[in-house]
């Protein structure tokens, strides 16, 4: 199967600063890529829709200001969390659609823990 | 708008046993995909099935294998000779094409040995 990456794996931050999160299609080129953020013992629930080239969607409720999503090629897809707070602590994984006749299929990083103190 | 419901918040099974997890779903389309995901305490997403609404034949993969009732809006995993890999996170979720998937609230699997 296809192969997506995240980095960092796992990251600490301190209150008021930035984080960085990257996801990475390794063996093919994803126009599309998803954002999820998972609470400890919950389901995933999407963040923002990622697509090459144009604007992120953001899901109801989800302030894009503070989750600035960047895709700028057909592999790599950006979460930025700016002025991360406590409550931002979660698991954010991301995902890549296979493209053509395959877009059933979505495959997912590996997540990335982040903890804001 | 689309849900999936997944009525099973956690189960235990004995190793090699046979267990079903339930999952139902509600849509008014007639075009879409359900899955099986499984995340163990990796937390890595895997996905363990895949059905297109489109074929009436029932996916399997395996020891894991779907029963897909269309007209009920039901899409049961059911998972034979259980192992102690298995024990995990299990997700239904429903996707419409080329849209975003939609994930039910996960039922915790343990496999006992």
């Known amino acids: 199967g296809a192969v997506v990456s995240q980095h960092p794996s796992r990251v600490i931050c301190k209150s008021g600063t930035s984080v960085k999160i990257e996801c990475r299609s390794l063996d093919f080129q994803a126009t599309t890529m998803f954002w999820y953020r998972q609470f400890p013992k919950q389901s995933l629930m999407l963040m923002a829709t990622s697509n090459e080239g144009s604007k992120a969607t953001y899901e109801q409720g989800v302030e894009k200001d503070k989750f600035l999503i960047n895709h700028a090629s057909l592999t790599l897809s950006t979460l930025t969390v700016t002025s991360a707070h406590p409550e931002d602590s979660s698991f954010y994984i991301c995902s890549a659609r296979l493209p053509g006749l395959q877009t059933d299929t979505q495959y997912f990083g590996p997540g990335t823990r982040l903890t804001v103190l | 708008a689309q849900t999936v419901t997944q009525s099973q918040p956690e189960m235990s099974v004995q190793e090699a046993e046979t267990v079903t997890l339930s999952c139902t779903y509600d849509?008014?389309?007639?075009?879409?995909?359900l899955f099986w995901y499984k995340q163990p305490p990796s937390r890595q997403m895997i996905l363990v099935i895949r059905q297109e609404a489109y074929k009436q034949q029932n996916a399997t993969e395996n020891r894991f294998s779907v029963n897909f009732q269309k007209a009920a809006k039901s899409f049961s995993l059911k998972i034979s000779d259980s192992q102690l890999g298995d024990t995990a996170m299990y997700f239904c979720?429903?996707?419409?094409?080329?849209?975003?998937?939609?994930f039910g609230k996960g039922t915790r699997l343990h496999i006992l040995p």
């Open positions: 979720a429903f996707m419409k094409r080329n849209d975003k998937i939609i």
């Open positions: 849509t008014s389309e007639n075009n879409y995909y």
